[in-house]
């Protein structure tokens, strides 16, 4: 099963430079056919029937810099109730990838993962609340939310709870935020 997904994964890694060479017909056949291409993926796609595949290729368009069919790709899925894909959405709205900047609708998207119990969900949800970014500042709130994600196993809560919910040590410092700004693409 881990080699299964570790070549799915490769193959979706490698799709942004297949993407990036145009079409050619051989007498073989056609080289890089524009159906596996992302743009051919996000107009094409019918997810009427849903799929995890489809949602991954959010990802991929990420972290080859193609934000806006980033954000496509993350809105139709969170829209659909994929959590991954709503955690995503916080982090392109919360850094201003592919839309505008908003901790507001970062909150937002993260709330909607914490409240189907989705456990990055909580605590990056609970993170705003803690802090007050985007949504009215309930440290009691957030810390609850985040003691739901540790007690469900999720390793950054765990660590945040056991630092003693130091915001400082669980949110990068200025220097790393500034750094992440200036690469092009974003490595997040």
């Known amino acids: 099963m881990r080699i299964a997904f570790a070549f799915v994964v490769a193959a979706l890694l490698t799709a942004p430079a297949l993407a990036a060479q145009d079409e050619v017909d051989t007498a073989d ?8 291409t992302i743009r051919a ?4 796609h019918d997810f009427s029937q849903g799929s995890l595949t489809y949602c991954t290729y959010g990802m991929v368009a990420a972290k080859s810099g193609d934000y806006a069919a980033s954000v496509d790709i993350f809105q139709k899925c969170a829209d659909r ?5 709503s955690v995503w959405m916080s982090f392109m709205s919360e850094n201003g990838f592919g839309v505008a900047q908003s901790s507001e609708a970062a909150a937002a998207w993260a709330k909607k993962a914490a409240d189907r119990g989705f456990k990055p969900g909580l605590y990056d949800y609970g ?17 609850k939310l985040i003691d739901q994600a540790a007690a469900q196993g999720f390793p950054a809560a765990q660590q945040f709870v056991k630092d003693g919910y130091d915001l400082n040590k669980a949110l990068p410092d200025p220097a790393h935020a500034a750094m992440r700004d200036q690469l092009d693409p974003p490595m997040f």
């Open 41 to 44: 993926i996000t107009q094409n």
């Open 81 to 85: 109730g994929s959590d991954p894909s």
């Open 29 to 36: 056949g056609t080289l890089n056919p524009e159906q596996l």
């Open 127 to 143: 993170l705003f609340l803690m802090q007050g970014k985007g949504v009215p500042k309930d440290v009691e709130a957030g810390k």
